[in-house]
């Protein structure tokens, strides 16, 4: 219960039959620092070598870290987190597998539609203990609704249902099982076929990369996103609708984060530009349970800053400077911003600035910002390099599940 990052490394270094040395050139990370981890000597290291140690051991970055992979609040009979991977791995839909189908009436699609809706709102305002304990009655009641639905109206329900997965995707991957997520944008992809809409598929593809990067395969991550939004790009920039612009726009950003934690620097920054070009053209957008505009590219802006071992914190400052948080719709897009920028904050010195902006997050966003290794990372290295007994900080720590006592 109580493992140090560096007793995990030390179980699955030994577990794979390697030394530290071994483990140091695959990770292109020094000895010492393993060895200093490994003793206990250093109670963490900068997240960019998590990563890197975690890749090089071949396991997610969550389980390196020992992150917390259920929500706190207990689930009921319909909903919760284990009844989420139910909803999603459908048993009934597996070929040759008879499971008698609920003989419940589905609600009307229009209703379930806009409880769609208001599901994707529950989200995005990192309201996750409501949000887990409606989706997975959300998903099955939308596949009731799919499989009656006909005429008109049933490329809308498929459409809708495409969104509802990858809005259980986005909280499965929120909450550390990024093997739901997938099969989630599976099932994603599959209902925008069934809804003859490529945006959705694109919106889907956007999802699955954001899936790969969480569960470390960068280089998945940014060729899929890459590849659609090639396949997506506008034949003409003044002519394409605001919907067409966003999708593409968000598969570039999509993109851009993996070529940054593979240190593809000028390849990130490449596609940063052409989506700025979309958000400029297209303007504030929501569409697709998502959002996109000029803010959300400068917020990913600084997000590159700090990807890959050569991070430059005093430029995502700066860059931070040009973010209109007010501009940003999402609360929980705005409290992705602003862990970057305390991220950064303590990565120039400025630990006193870091902690207020953690406290004002966790305040804002209680739910949202446990689940995010980012947060968690930074508090690990104030704790390390706390010089007197700070009560804030240690509580934050707690609450994070990160062992203050270390």
């Not at 870290?65 to 919760?80: A, R």
């Not at 459908?90 to 409880?115: F, K, R, S, T």
């Not at 929501?286 to 430029?315: C, H, W």
């Amino acid at each position: 219960m109580n493992a140090t990052i560096g007793d995990r490394i030390r179980h699955l270094r030994e577990f794979r039959d390697i030394t530290q040395e071994e483990l140091a050139s695959h990770a292109h990370v020094s000895v010492d620092t393993i060895r200093k981890l490994e003793q206990n000597r250093r109670q963490s290291a900068r997240i960019d070598t998590l990563r890197a140690l975690a890749r090089a051991l071949d396991v997610e970055l969550e389980r390196l870290l020992g992150q917390p992979t259920v929500t706190q609040q207990l689930s009921s009979d319909d909903g919760g987190l284990l009844a989420l991977r139910d909803a999603i791995q459908d048993v009934g839909a597996l070929p040759g597998v008879l499971v008698e189908q609920d003989v419940e009436d589905p609600p009307a699609p229009d209703a379930w539609m806009e409880e769609v809706k208001a599901a994707t709102s529950l989200y995005w305002e990192g309201n996750y203990a409501e949000l887990s304990s409606v989706t997975p009655l959300l998903l099955r009641d939308g596949r009731a609704v799919a499989r009656e639905a006909q005429g008109s109206i049933a490329e809308r329900v498929w459409r809708q249902l495409g969104l509802a997965y990858q809005l259980a995707a986005s909280l499965a991957t929120q909450s550390g099982h990024p093997d739901w997520a997938f099969a989630a944008v599976e099932k994603q992809l599959a209902a925008a076929q069934k809804a003859s809409d490529p945006l959705l598929e694109g919106m889907g593809v956007s999802t699955l990369s954001w899936v790969l990067l969480r569960q470390g395969r960068w280089e998945h991550a940014q060729s899929v996103a890459e590849q659609k939004a090639d396949a997506l790009e506008p034949r003409s920039m003044r002519r394409a609708r605001p919907a067409e612009l966003a999708v593409h726009g968000n598969l570039l950003l999509a993109a851009a984060t993996p070529a940054a934690r593979r240190d593809r620097r000028s390849e990130a920054r490449n596609l940063l530009n052409l989506a700025e070009v979309s958000a400029t053209r297209s303007g504030p957008v929501r569409a697709y349970g998502s959002a996109f505009s000029v803010m959300d590219v400068k917020t990913q802006q600084v997000n590159i800053a700090l990807a890959g071992r050569n991070s430059e914190p005093d430029e995502a400052l700066t860059l931070a400077g040009s973010v209109d948080l007010a501009a940003i719709e999402r609360p929980v897009h705005a409290a992705s911003h602003r862990l970057d920028v305390a991220h950064a904050r303590y990565q120039t010195g400025d630990a006193d600035g870091a902690l207020v902006d953690l406290l004002d997050i966790e305040e804002d966003q209680p739910q949202w910002i446990r689940y995010q290794t980012l947060a968690a990372a930074t508090v690990r290295e104030m704790l390390e390099a706390e010089r007197r007994r700070n009560t804030e900080l240690r509580g934050l720590a707690a609450r994070l599940g990160v062992d203050p006592t270390l």
